[in-house]
T-cell receptor
Framework: DAGVIQSPRHEVTEMGQEVTLRCKPI?????LFWYRQTMMRGLELLIY????????DSGMPEDRFSAKMPNASFSTLKIQPSEPRDSAVYFC?????????????FGPGTRLTVL | AQTVTQSQPEMSVQEAETVTLSCTYD???????LFWYKQPPSRQMILVIR??????QNATENRFSVNFQKAAKSFSLKISDSQLGDTAMYFC????????????FGKGTSLLVTP
């Protein structure tokens, strides 16, 4: 079975532009997580979904960030407008949750650079 | 909020030797999960090992084993017969139902395996 798929792998954009990151979770997983990794703050949770419904978005930095999960096999994280401080690696992860096994499996990440 | 502390920012070990990475955590919960993830230079987050708090037996996965001390809130990772491919960042992470199964990561330990 394919793992978590993320696209693009690398994104370079200019300040003020809109950025959309994409994620396809492992088939059958009903939890999806977005994390951000920076040198200063380490790995931090941005938002997670259960059965396509956002459960906790308290980690989303500000209104410039938004995430959606229109169906069980696709999620997006959008930044509009982007700023240089948004430069980071963004990871998507999926799991079956406690009942099925809480281990999270990560995608390869998207390295975002905002100039 | 639960905190995860990795007190060793960097460690080095010679090939074929054994190394132990430390992790402590703070929680008032009784049921939770602990994980070690490996992040090689490719930046992929790879699960190394998982421990359920209700299990007294320490988890093992081939050359990787943990020393789980629940009362002391300690969760160290032992790597036996270290290999060059073990060179990576290692992250300790905590999860429980109250956190919505989101992972709370430590800052990481950079491990270098030398010939």
């Amino acid at each position: 079975d394919a793992g978590v798929i993320q696209s693009p792998r690398h994104e370079v954009t200019e300040m003020g532009q809109e950025v959309t990151l994409r994620c396809k979770p492992i088939s059958g997983h009903d939890y999806l997580f977005w994390y951000r990794q920076t040198m200063m703050r380490g790995l931090e949770l941005l938002i997670y979904f259960n059965n396509n419904v956002p459960i906790d978005d308290s980690g989303m930095p500000e209104d410039r960030f938004s995430a959606k999960m229109p169906n069980a096999s696709f999620s997006t994280l959008k930044i509009q407008p982007s700023e240089p401080r948004d430069s980071a690696v963004y990871f998507c992860a999926s799991s079956l949750g406690l009942a099925g096994g809480p281990t999270q499996y990560f995608g390869p990440g998207t390295r975002l650079t905002v100039l | 909020a639960q905190t995860v502390t990795q007190s060793q920012p960097e460690m080095s070990v010679q090939e074929a030797e054994t190394v132990t990475l430390s992790c402590t955590y703070d929680t008032s919960e009784n049921n939770y999960y602990l994980f070690w993830y490996k992040q090689p230079p490719s930046r992929q987050m790879i699960l190394v090992i998982r421990q359920e708090a209700y299990k007294q037996q320490n988890a093992t996965e081939n050359r990787f084993s943990v020393n789980f001390q629940k009362a002391a809130k300690s969760f160290s990772l032992k790597i036996s017969d270290s290999q060059l491919g073990d060179t990576a960042m290692y992250f300790c992470a905590f999860m429980n139902e109250n956190s919505g199964y989101a992972l709370n990561f430590g800052k990481g330990t950079s491990l270098l395996v030398t010939p």
